[in-house]
C-alpha cells in the first residue's frame, strides 16, 4: 500500500491534572480552544507517574500523592496554525512544559487525513 507524508508541527503541553482555568480542567480548556481554532484534532493523555520543575514525584500507586499526576495535551496541524494557536495559551498561566517539534503525519489515499 502507497503512503504520503506531509510536514507538521506536534505542540505538546504538559500540566498538572489539578490545573484549573475559571473553576475547569485547564487541559480541557486547551482542547475546546484548540477546537474552537479550527485545529485538526488534540488530546489529552493522562500519566500515571511523574515530576516536573519542583522535582516531586507523583505516582497512583500512592493514594496520598495521587494529586497532580502529569497530563498531556497534544495537538498536531501545520507550522503556520499551530504557531498561530501558541499565544492563546498566554493567558492560562500554565507552568508546564510546552514544547514544539516538527513531525511528519502519514495519510494513506482515500482517508480523511489524505485529503487535508
Do not use: Y
Not at 34 to 44: D, E
Amino acid at each position: 500500500m502507497t503512503f504520503r507524508t506531509h510536514p507538521a508541527v506536534r505542540l505538546t503541553i504538559l500540566v498538572d491534572d489539578t490545573d484549573t482555568w475559571h473553576h475547569k480542567p485547564v487541559c480541557s480548556e486547551i482542547v475546546h480552544r484548540a477546537h474552537r481554532a479550527g485545529l485538526r484534532g488534540a488530546s489529552i493523555f493522562h500519566g500515571m507517574e511523574g515530576f516536573g520543575g519542583h522535582q516531586i514525584v507523583h505516582t497512583t500507586r500512592l493514594l496520598s500523592m495521587a494529586d497532580d499526576l502529569p497530563v498531556a495535551v497534544i495537538i498536531v496541524d501545520t507550522e503556520e496554525r499551530i504557531h498561530a494557536f501558541v499565544p492563546q495559551l498566554e493567558e492560562l498561566n500554565i507552568e508546564g512544559l510546552i514544547t514544539l517539534e516538527a513531525v511528519q503525519v502519514v495519510s494513506f489515499p482515500g482517508t480523511k487525513a489524505a485529503s487535508r
